[in-house]
């Protein structure tokens, strides 16, 4: 039997497919817009961008006026393109680290205003979750926001593997398919698949999560979808996903 590749793999293997300057994914238009929204004023903050991929939200968040970002993925090519583009837009503000989230610790300062994690938890178990919220917690400043997204969790059980957003979830229900992984696809509006994973996980993992690593506050919490503004700008490619929950964000506050 064959063994599953390793995340770091799938993503080296198609991190020319994740670059991009504009909104070309899926979830280009019904979440990382989502994440800058709920981040509320950032100009002049220091942003830590946890799972920053190719380094696209680490770009809009400077676009937006923030002091710095600094950011880690796993990916190797995924870091060398998120380098090479902020050098080519002289972004001398943004840093990248090739690292594992669960076990990185070399940051360039102790603290940072914000954070966020933008489809970085369903790539790892529970544990490995909670010690990655527990680092988040650590290192925000008091009164600090962290706003995370992964896939809703009854997406799976939802929608047939089919385009534009799905996962496989194999004969796997809702509880008890707890921290397995769901090989699944997300689209392009261009027509070209990119692989994703889901390490399973139900909305109370969540929340026992972020209060074991120190978050004494309720998070907000929002289910994402396509919107009538979606439908309307391309209704062929958003139009499959009418009525679906297809992410989850979460905002909460460190203690003041």
Known sequence: MNQPLSTEKIYNAQASNWLRSEKVLLSDFTARPRVLESLGNIEGQDILDFGCGEGYVSRMLLEAGVKSVFGVDSSAEMI????????????ANANYAEGNAVTFDQFPQTSFDKAIAVFLFNYLTIEEMTQVMTRVHALLAPGGT????????????????????????????????????????IWRRDGIPVSVRCVHKNFSHYFEALAKA???????????????????????????????????????????
């Open 80 to 91: 060398t393109q998120a380098q090479t583009m902020a050098s080519e837009l002289k972004l």
């Open 214 to 256: 120190g978050f004494n506050s309720l998070p907000e919490v929002k289910e994402l979808a396509v919107t009538d503004e979606h439908l309307a700008f391309d209704p062929k490619f958003f139009g499959p996903l009418k009525g679906y929950p297809l992410h989850v964000l979460f905002k909460v506050k460190a203690n003041d």
């Open 146 to 185: 962290f706003v995370f997204t992964v896939p809703h969790p009854c997406l799976p059980f939802m929608r047939a593997e089919t385009p534009p957003f799905y996962f496989e979830h194999g004969k796997k229900t809702y509880l008890d398919g707890i921290n397995q992984t769901f090989e699944g696809k």
